[in-house]
Every structure is written in C-alpha cells, then in structure tokens.
C-alpha cells in the first residue's frame, strides 16, 4: 500500500530541520481566518451533495500515464454507458506534472506526456459532458515527488479555476510540521489556506481532502476527521487500496482492510461530508464476481464516493454490471445521505443498515469468510419499528421476498447480499426463504450433513422439491429430497451425504449446492440455492511438489523472475557459486538441507501461501531454508502422527534489505548481486538466504507441516533437526 510509504515521506521531510524552517514562514503567511481553529474555520460550501462518482488513473496506471490514457478512459465511461449513471468525474492523478514550476512559479504538465497541457484536457471531458477532476499535495512535493503547492495555494487554486477544473484531491505527501505546531495543527493550517484559495477563485470545485489519511488509526484522527469536514467536501481517512497489478490475495485483503477502517467511521459523515475509504477496483485482474460485488455493495451502504481505478476500455461484463446497478448506486446516492452503520456481527459476517430518504433500508448481509454460510438478523436490528411484513428486494439478483421479521441470506465465501428492505408487501410476494447446512463444521469432508430449509414469510410452501448439485466425479445421496409442505415460519431438514474422489494434494475448494423449488400459494413458483463450501488440504508428498521453481534466475536468461514482486529474483549463477546448485547439500549453523534439485527458470513459485507439506521424522526442530520479501513473519503448524499439533513463528530476514537476524534467523548463504530482466545488478547490498527454527514437541513423529499462508515468505528447503 502507498500510504504507509506516503506517512515515511512525509516523515522525512518533517525530520528535515532546515526544510521545515525554510517553509515555516511561508506556512504562517496563510490567510488568517484560513488558519484559525477548526470550530471557526469557513465550512466550505456543499459541492457535493451525493458522493462523488468518477473515475481516477491511480490504482490502474498509477504514473504510467498520458493525455490518451485520460481520455481513452474517459472515452470508455461515455460509452460504456456509466457516465450517464453517474460515473461523471475524471481525475488525473500524481505525476500529471513537470518537475519545476515555471518561471511564473505556476505548475505546467509534462510536455510529454501531456502535450496539450491539462487546460485541453479539461475542455475535451467537457465536451463529453465530465467532470474535470485533478491532483496535487498540500505539501512540499507530491508522494511522487512532484512540485507540491506549499505557500502556492492561490496561484494554484486559480490556476486550477482557470483550467475549468471542477474537482480537487489534495494529497497529504511531505506536508512539514511547523516549529511550535503540532502535525495535526500544521496539517489544519495547510488545508484550511487551500479551502479558502479555492472559495477565493468563485469556482465550485470539488475539495478532496487527503489529510485523516496521514493521521489513520493515531490520537488526532477523530479531529482531522472533524476539520476536513469543515474545508472539504470528502476526505481519504486511511491507507490506499491495493494497486492493480497486485495479487488477488492482496486486493482481497485491502479491500476488507480498507472497509475494516471506515464502517467504524459512520459518526463522522454527515450528509455531504463524505468518507473515502478509497477506489472501486471492479475490473481489476483477480478479483472474483463476488469480491468485486461486495466491494460495490458495500461503498454504497457506507455511502462511500464510488471512484473507478481500472482500464475502463477493457471492462468485463461482469465489471460493467457490477459498476453500473443503478439499484445499488441508488443507495449510494441516497438523497438522505446516510452512511450505513454496522448492526450485527457474528463469526465471520458483519451485517451493516443504512436508513433511505423514502422509508425504506438498505441492509448488508456481508460474509468475510471462506465458507459459505446462511446470514441471518431481523428488521428490529436493521432499525425498524414493529411490524409483520417486509419486503426484501435483493439488489444484485433482483428476487423479490416477504419476510415476518427475520431477514437473512445464503451467502457464498467473500460475498455480500444487499437488500432493499421495506414495510409491507401482500400475499402475492413470495416468502423469504433460506438453505441452511449444519454439522459443517463437524463433519469430515465431505460427509453428512443437515441442511434447513427455513420459510420466513407469512405464507407456507407446498410442492416443495431439494435438488443437490455438486462438481462432477462427486455423489450426493440422495440428490432430491421431496420435502412437500413447509409451514410458514418453519423449518424442512432433510440429511445428505456428500463422497468425492481423492483430492490433488493443495487446497481445493468445492461446492455442493441445494436448490429448492416449491409452490408459495398465490405468489406461485419461486426458489431458494444454499451453497455448501468444501475445502479439503491434502498434503503435498514434498516441498518440490508444492514449489516447482527456486526463485532463481539465469544471468543468461533475461525472462522474468519474479522473487520480490517487482521482477527480480536471484542470480542461479551466484547461487552456484556460493553452493547452492540443484540437489547440493547445504549446511549451514549446524543444520542441514537440500536445494532444490528444480532447475532455475520461470515463473518464480516458492511463496508460502498455506500449502500443506508431508514430512516424517522426530527431533527436536524443524529447519527452514528461506527468506522473505515484504517484512513478515508468519504461523507454521506441525501436525504429528497421534493428530495433535504444535506451531511456531517462522521469520527470515529480507532477502536483501534489512537487518540480517530478523526473527533470530541465521545467514546461510550471501551473494554480492542479484539478478534482473537486464542482467545481474548490486544495489550496494549483500543477498542473503537464511536458515530458521521452529520447536518440535519432543518424542513425536511428524506427519506434515503447514507452511505460513504468507506470500512474501519463501522457503527453499526444510528439514527435521535431530
Ligand atoms: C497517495 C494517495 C494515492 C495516490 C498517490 C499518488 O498514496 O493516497 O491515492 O494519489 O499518493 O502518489
């Protein structure tokens, strides 16, 4: 994430004494009532009465940008139909700029990349009838090192004006703290001059406030919060989502990272005044169906600005159709401007209700699992008053239900069901209905199970039919059950048994699914689907099979490794020459193990990511050969042959770029360069491979060992030390 690499920055030029000194005055030459406290500063006129919507190049492009790249997008929201859903502003982010202001002191583009200067830019998304949205840092420079527009509000703010710009996101990167000042004081000052800059120049535009994002989780967040809502019109209050080119495992978790931080923050929107917990990254490469859903369905719950950050001009359909339901924008856009507040949460689930302006509610239904589960919670917890009938509107498959109270879903591992729910509804609705399998957690898998059919509605089902689905190769027993009559508000359980052929060693995850159908009396036909999650571990015979690959390079071969994420690996060749060749025995602090006999090549493949590895032997350690390449350490579980489990905390040091006992780990082997697509490079480093521990419980027999789901750990080799 950029953010924490953002707060480092900015850190640094706070630390800077002379820096700080030299722009203190320049700060304290803001205008008075601009940098008066919090309680008194202007409120900055409401510009944005819903959340704003748009698009922005950063989490895609980042500043791999161009003039075409802005309007190729801006191209693809027009045609593809979002624009006129709402998606109406494009904003270029950093590193739209030269790297000097002129000799006027006013920001100019970089000739390259913006020939037309970013005045052309404007005019030509205002011919396609957008919204001119743009970037830049209250601070020094920008988080890409761009020119910031300390003590340049004004002339910035006008020039902005004067370009037609309509909306402003103002980052936070290298904003100094002046002597005598808080952070949070110097930060207020600072956005507080841009507000009043902004209403100096007559323009409404947009302000997007960066600021809380410097202060998440810390004692002034609350107040940042406060004051942004005051000078600004919405305000980024944590980390960055996760860029495009991530991994799916990586955006997944951002996502709930970043959804983690702000559904804590509902106390501090108000209606206007948004929070942004950052972009939408529906198209984005990894994410599932469901996983993009939730995202979309949750931002418009929290009320949460709905900014696009992928390639538009390549959108999926299932993209297209998750950004543009206009029934979930709708809750977005509620003119009451609520955000959503979280009313329940259980073991894995959390259950969110934001009040409409018309009466009605919008309930989430979020899982945050791995497994399937049936939701479950009442329009009394969703803020409804008393009452015997609800309709339930599902806002992504359109099926319409009546409920007496409990409102409830099947929801399928990472995904969200998102209601509209009202008073009301007649005996022409069809009761709410839901699939519940039990004993899951018990059960081997797969095995026996329960499952519930529930009827939640005010109307009982007749000519009631389950139908089980499961991946071919796999028996369900029976695979109908005619379960005939199901009373109103009662619950149908039927019990299955569920085979599968032996799974390939790794995780697989399957489902079986249970569909009813039945007759719901003057409603007529409807039906009902649970899934039921499956995930089965089969251990991997040896580390081998699990990892086909050493993380190693050729100098000879310029296709890409990818060791670090970034491209590069290391170097076969130094790794040679330091003794690590296929199959060679490398002892190292009195342990002992074998390199990988896999020849260097690509694609790179030895991040643990949670693989299960079958290893027999007693002693009194287990033995790791590795390293790591994001600063983390993770969980090593030891199952032995009695069944019972021990674990350990497995760490190694950065393969290249910190201290070198991290985690008690031990240098085992060191090279003096590593390899990249251009050939073997010294950063003025030494590359290092680490050997590690983790205890064994004494007297027992190992049977496999779960490796940390930790991508950024990397383990050549393992063994068990006498
Ligand atoms: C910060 C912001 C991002 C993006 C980058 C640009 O990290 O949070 O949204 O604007 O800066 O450098």
């Not at 940008?65 to 929201?77: S, Y």
């Not at 699914?513 to 009902?528: E, H, K, Q």
């Not at 199959?583 to 690509?602: M, S, Y």
Request: hydrophobic share 40%.
């Amino acid at each position: 994430m950029t953010s924490p690499l953002a707060r480092r920055l900015r850190r640094a030029a706070a630390g800077c004494g002379s820096l700080a000194i030299a722009v203190a005055g320049l700060v304290a030459a803001a205008p008075s009532g601009a940098a008066a406290t919090p309680a008194t500063a202007a409120q900055y006129p409401n510009y944005a009465p819903t959340p704003p919507m748009g698009w922005n190049d950063w989490s895609y492009y980042q500043c791999d940008i161009d003039e075409n790249t802005i309007l190729g997008n801006a191209r693809a929201l027009v045609s593809s139909g979002l624009a006129a859903k709402g998606y109406d502003t494009v904003t270029t982010d950093d590193c739209w700029m030269a790297h000097a202001r002129d000799s006027s002191g006013n920001l100019v583009s970089d000739p390259v990349k913006f020939p037309h200067g970013m005045d052309w830019v404007g005019a030509q998304l205002h011919s396609m009838g957008l919204k001119f949205g743009i970037y830049e840092d209250a601070g020094t420079a920008t988080c890409g090192g761009y020119p910031g527009s300390l003590g340049h509000w004004q002339q910035d703010a006008d020039l902005f004006a004067k370009w037609g710009v309509d909306y402003v996101k103002l980052d936070g990167c290298n904003v100094p703290t002046k002597p005598g000042e808080t952070d949070e004081q110097s930060y207020h000052d600072t956005y507080a001059a841009w507000s009043q800059a902004m209403l100096n120049t007559g323009r409404p535009m947009v302000f997007s406030v960066s600021a809380p994002a410097y202060f998440e989780d810390g004692p002034d967040w609350d107040k940042v919060i406060g004051w942004s809502a005051q000078v600004g019109n919405l305000w980024r209050e944590g980390a960055d989502v996760a860029l495009g080119q991530e991994s799916a495992a990586a955006k997944w978790s951002s996502l709930k990272y970043n959804y983690g931080y702000n559904v804590g923050l509902a106390g501090l929107q108000s209606p206007g005044r948004w929070n942004d917990p950052d972009f939408l990254l529906a198209g984005d490469s990894g994410l599932t169906r469901d996983e993009i859903q939730s995202q979309m369905s949750l931002w418009s719950v929290m009320a949460a600005p709905l900014i696009s950050s992928t390639d538009l001009t390549h959108l999926s359909a299932d993209a297209l159709s998750v950004l543009g339901n206009s029934d979930v924008i709708a809750v977005d856009q509620d003119p009451e401007g609520l955000q959503g507040r979280l009313v329940q949460q259980g073991d894995g689930y959390d259950v969110l209700s934001k009040p409409l302006a018309n009466g009605d509610r919008a309930v989430a239904l979020f899982n945050t699992s791995d497994s399937a589960q049936t939701i479950t919670t009442s329009a009394a917890t969703a803020g409804f008053g008393p009452g015997s009938s609800f309709v339930l509107k599902d806002l992504v498959a359109k099926h319409v239900t009546r409920t007496t109270g409990t409102i409830a879903a099947d929801v399928p591992p990472h995904a969200t069901v998102l209601y509209r729910v009202s008073p009301g509804g007649d005996r022409f609705t069809a009761p709410a209905t839901t699939i519940t399998w039990h004993d899951v957690s018990t059960a081997d898998h797969p095995g026996t199970y329960t499952l519930g059919l529930s009827d939640l509605g005010p109307t009982g089902l007749s000519d009631t039919t389950i139908a089980l689905t499961a991946p071919a190769g796999w028996t369900v027993t029976p695979s109908t059950v005619r379960v005939n009559r199901v009373g109103a508000g009662e619950t149908a359980t039927a019990k299955v048994t569920v085979t599968a052929p032996r799974a390939a060693p790794g995780t697989t995850v399957s489902t079986v699914t249970a569909t009813a159908r039945y007759v719901a009396g003057a409603a007529g036909g409807d039906s009902v689907s649970g899934p039921l999650t499956i995930t089965s571990v089969v251990p991997y015979p040896t580390l081998a099979d699990a990892f086909n690959n050493v993380g190693a390079t050729l100098e000879s071969d310029t296709a890409p490794g990818n060791l670090d994420g970034g491209g590069d690996s290391y170097s076969a060749d130094a790794l040679a020459a330091a003794g690590a060749t296929p199959g060679a025995t490398i002892t190292a602090n009195g342990l002992t193990f074998t390199w990988p006999t896999a020849a260097p090549g690509t694609p790179d493949n030895v991040a643990t990511a949670g693989e299960a590895i079958e290893l027999s032997g007693q002693g009194s350690a287990l033995a790791f050969l590795g390293t790591e390449t994001g600063f983390t350490s993770g969980q090593v579980v030891v199952t032995y042959t009695d069944g019972t489990t021990s674990t350990g905390t497995l760490g190694f040091p950065n393969w290249c770029c910190s201290t070198t006992t991290d985690y008690g780990a031990k240098t085992a082997l060191a090279m003096d360069h590593r390899n990249t697509q251009a050939g073997p490079a010294n950063y003025g480093v030494t590359y290092r491979v680490f050997s590690n521990t983790v205890p064994l419980t004494a007297g027992k027999t190992v049977r496999t060992v779960t490796l940390p789901n930790q991508p950024a750990i990397h383990v050549f080799a393992l063994a068990v030390t006498p």
